[in-house]
């Protein structure tokens, strides 16, 4: 039941990934299993390397925490190939009731995030400057470029580091870039060669932040998930359900410019999302299974 409890969060998370200006790592500190994904990245490592050497495969498995690894990546790729297209007409033809979503599981976790800091007057700083940051890259416009090949690197990089920040979608930081296009171009046309340095970009991104991130949750817990948990909530200001352009509306004037607000329909999506979180933070008890670790290392 463990297995499935990890493929379901790992579900919810790719799910999350779908919709640019969410992100899967917002999901996973949500539902308590942040900080045991940064071990099992961060344990790719030399050891690890070792390990693989020397052929001892069932000690390599133990060391990078495979099969959480496994499961959650199952978990990512089924929620991703089964939900892209049913999310994304929905962002292009009734985006409120998915936005509205989105705000309800994110708030209803909202006390739990809190829950987890001994707060002091420092760590509210910290929450404050999270929550600018976040606020400032939500209200950025993207930007046009025709990008050389070494920028397909350095994007991939940073939107694979903004992809495991809770509160920063990785696709929605690509778009800032100028890159949320030809990265998908690239992809549509196989293009290898760009392919592989996006790729090389998101590894050692991957790996080098992740250490960087446990680092800092083992030096500065609190004040690192004070500061995470800032950044969740001004990242919220990208789920507005009624917005169009980085302009925000009243449900009102949304109907006035946009033909309809879809009010009854977010309220209930919102009161959806409520129930779905409610039930993905009780997964533990309700399959019976010893409950992960509290967010601490």
Known sequence: MRYLQWIIKGMAMGAADVVPGVSGGTLAFILGIYERLLNAISAIN???????WHGRFKALWAHIDGSFLLCLLTGILCSIFSLASVISWLLEHR????????NGLILTALPVLLAAVKWNLWRGGIFIVGAAFALGISMLAAVDVQPASWMFFVAGAVAICAMILPGISGSFILLLLGMYAPVILAIRELQFSVLLLFAAGCIIGLLSFSHFLKWLLQRCHDATLALLTGVV????????????????????????????????????????????????LNLDKLLGTVPEKPISL
Do not use: I
């Open 46 to 52: 030399v050891q690890a390397v070792k390990l693989l």
């Open 95 to 102: 985006p409120v009731p998915v936005w509205a979503f989105f």
């Open 233 to 280: 909530v001004g990242a919220m200001y990208r789920l507005w359900p009624w917005q169009d352009a980085n302009l925000m509306y009243s449900p009102a004037s949304y109907a006035a410019r946009f033909g309809q607000h879809d009010l009854p329909l977010a309220l209930g999506c919102f009161a959806t999302a409520v129930a779905v979180m409610l039930v993905l």
